[in-house]
Structures are given as C-alpha cells and as structure tokens.
C-alpha cells in the first residue's frame, strides 16, 4: 500500500469518528441538554474531552489532506 493510500485510509477512519462523535453529541443534547458552561468545562462524561479529541481530530484530517496533495498548510 502506498503512503497516499494509507493517508487516505487514516483520513476516513478520523472522519468516521468524527461524525460518529457528532451523532452521539446530538443525541446527548436531544436527551439531556447543554449548557455553555457544560460544553466549554465539563470534566466527566460524553463532554469531557469531546472538544479537544475533536479539535485534534480535525487539524489532522487537514493535515493529511495537505500531505495527500502536496500541499502546505
């Protein structure tokens, strides 16, 4: 397998997850809502490192597709 290939092998995986995420977000919020403070400083449950795993998540989809088209950030 080249290295594009697993490139875009790891950004479907990450991207996967991330909708994932994003589905499991909105049904917490449809069960239980959230507050600002809840999103911003939560320290248990769904919310507790969902920004930041998120977050670093979604810089790596960019940089993968940066790295698949030569491309820099």
Known sequence: MSDIAALKIEK???IDKMLEMQQQFIAYEHEHGITGKDY???TEGLLAN???EYIDMA???VD???EI???VR
């Open 50 to 52: 969902y920004r930041q």
């Open 64 to 66: 993968i597709a940066h």
């Open 59 to 61: 810089n790596r989809v």
């Open 12 to 14: 479907q995986t990450l």
């Open 40 to 42: 911003w400083a939560s």
């Open 69 to 71: 088209v030569g491309s």
